[in-house]
């Protein structure tokens, strides 16, 4: 697993102490969760590709495709295929800031394809829910079918917040993996951890740090250019 780099300690105000809150790990306890559960256990339907009508559409498609020799999804480790994902979750970011959203991305993993990939939209819809997780979530939902998720990895650029962390506790998902920490508003580590609580009625693994400086550098730059 890819560990970021620590929070700078700045001291400074404002935009400053925000970027600081993205720019990776505090010294906040792992998880100490076995790696995600084992694939094969889902009633999805392999390959379909559901069309979207908005400029937003996304397509399933193989992970595994555009990483290296490797031809099969089992002869990738969860690392990697962590990884591409990632990538994939980081390019949705980057979407966002066609519409001046704060750049976070996610896709959700089922079977070793990516079923969902959204983006932060709160700006884009006026919507205070509009968060990348919660969008993919919904997407991934509506593709399997059904609201349980506890088959399906959501990989997202930053930690998510309260909001999204209480969505993926809803939706019962299998795993989380996330890039930078979000030290003011994390709710799967860094505040809260609502992955893990005992008096919850669903925990799940937590995967953190995966690219974390590109999805660290994404925010900086963000903000830097709204100073
Ligand atoms: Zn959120």
Redesign the pocket.
Known sequence: MTVGSCATGSRESGQDRKVAAFSGLARVPQIAWPSPHPAGTCDAHPGRVRERPNRHAWKACEVQASVGSNPTPSAMSDHDIHEVAMQAALEQARDALNHDDVP?GAVVLHEGKIIAARH?ERENYQDP?A????LALQDAAKHLGRWRLQDCTLVVT?E??????G?LLNARIGSLVYGAADLK?G?TASLYNVSADPRLNHNFPVTHGVLAAESTTLLEQFFASRR
Do not use: D, S
Not at 131 to 134: C, D, F, L, N, Q
């Open positions: 976070v932060n829910t968060h990348a997780e919660v930053l998510p917040c309260v909001m999204c962390a969505a508003g709710a």
